[in-house]
């Protein structure tokens, strides 16, 4: 398929990428299908891929970061004219870079049509449960330089699935993760999207698996998203940047804050990342940003939840049973006042 500009392809794709959306928002696992593509591209920014690395989507869905991954090499940023590659380096982004796997027919079928629309017209897409495959087996051959992804939240996996991992858990993005990781080479560079509440669950399998990050990875940047950035999630997330071979020694934590309310009709922009991409280039420190030391951790726990220390908490939810004991105070008590105007009558 030939676009007389990259303008006009990323009209087609906007119009493509809206029909994306409806039928992912129609249901309900809406979040599933979609990540915003601010954020991708935001993501794909700070990982910095290049041509000859292999990149890599084990849960492709509509194949949005293998998209966008493809844009920044063929086109850089916001440019309208394709990058002068060779033939070889044309021949690389076209049939030996990006990688991907997608479980359900709806959203495999709707990403090799996403990507042949980006011009990548040989996707190696595959039709297969990810899950299933056995850790174990993993040959070098099989890894990559660069992961991005974001793995479906909330899914349960049966106890067969289970077994592939070392790290024994029914959470789907979980199980996501250590795959993740595992398919990374050495020195290999992943950004992957899941749930906020991954950083300080306080279960087996969490600790072990933050852990596991800690130790095998360089987990250097977490981006902490507002609610409201996946339309239909209804779940917080975070992003967690990491580089495969070396321990993480600090953490560089950036608090998103748009400034409003995002939603259906104010969706997150590009506008809204440009700092975080800015300021992580340099882990600099802001009102929104701040370094952690892993020496900090509880090495129990491995809590790595994302508290500003530039901002006031806010005030602490109360325990539902709290406020129902104090909702059925306030009953007896208006009962009781019933009872006395009653008398007077």
């Not at 039709?127 to 993993?138: F, G, K, P, S, V």
């Not at 800015?278 to 929104?288: E, K, P």
Request: proline share 5%; aromatic share 8%.
């Amino acid at each position: 398929m030939t676009f007389r500009s990259q303008e006009e392809k990323h009209e087609l794709s906007h119009l493509y990428e809206a029909k994306i959306k409806n039928m992912g928002n129609a249901g309900r696992n809406g979040g599933e299908y979609y990540t915003p593509r601010p954020l991708i591209r935001a993501m794909v920014r700070v990982i910095d891929p290049r041509i000859g690395e292999r990149i890599y989507d084990g849960a492709a869905g509509s194949a949005g970061f293998l998209c966008e991954a493809h844009d920044y090499l063929r086109y850089g940023l916001k440019s309208d004219e394709p990058r002068r590659l060779t033939t070889q380096q044309l021949d690389t982004l076209q049939a030996h870079t990006f990688y991907g796997k997608e479980k359900k027919s709806l959203p495999y079928v709707i990403g090799i049509m996403n990507m042949i629309l980006h011009g990548i017209e040989a996707p190696n897409l595959v039709h297969t449960n990810t899950l299933t495959e056995n850790l174990a087996d993993l040959q070098e051959k099989d890894r990559f330089d660069v992961i991005l992804a974001n793995p479906p939240f909330g899914g349960k996996e049966r106890k067969e699935v289970q077994q592939n991992f070392p790290i024994k858990t029914g959470e789907t993005a979980f199980l996501f993760l250590q795959h993740f990781i595992k398919r990374l080479k050495a020195g290999g560079r992943a950004a992957v999207v899941i749930k906020n509440t991954f950083l300080s669950n306080a279960d087996n399998a969490s600790k072990a698996l933050r852990q596991e990050l800690l130790e095998n990875c360089n987990l250097h940047t977490v981006l902490d998203c507002p609610g409201g950035t996946f339309l239909g999630a209804g779940v917080k997330t975070v992003v967690l940047f990491f580089e495969k071979g070396a321990p993480t020694r600090d953490i560089w934590y950036y608090q998103l804050d748009p400034g409003r309310s995002l939603g259906k009709t104010n969706p997150l922009n590009d506008d809204d990342l440009a700092e975080f991409v800015a300021l992580q280039a340099t882990f600099a420190d802001s009102d929104n940003s701040w370094r952690v030391s892993v020496d900090d951790l509880d090495r129990e726990t491995f809590d790595l939840s994302a508290k500003n220390p530039n901002k006031a908490e806010a005030a602490p939810l109360r325990d539902p049973e709290v406020i129902i004991n104090e909702i059925e105070t306030l009953d007896r008590e208006a009962e009781e006042i019933l009872e006395g105007i009653r008398g007077m009558l």
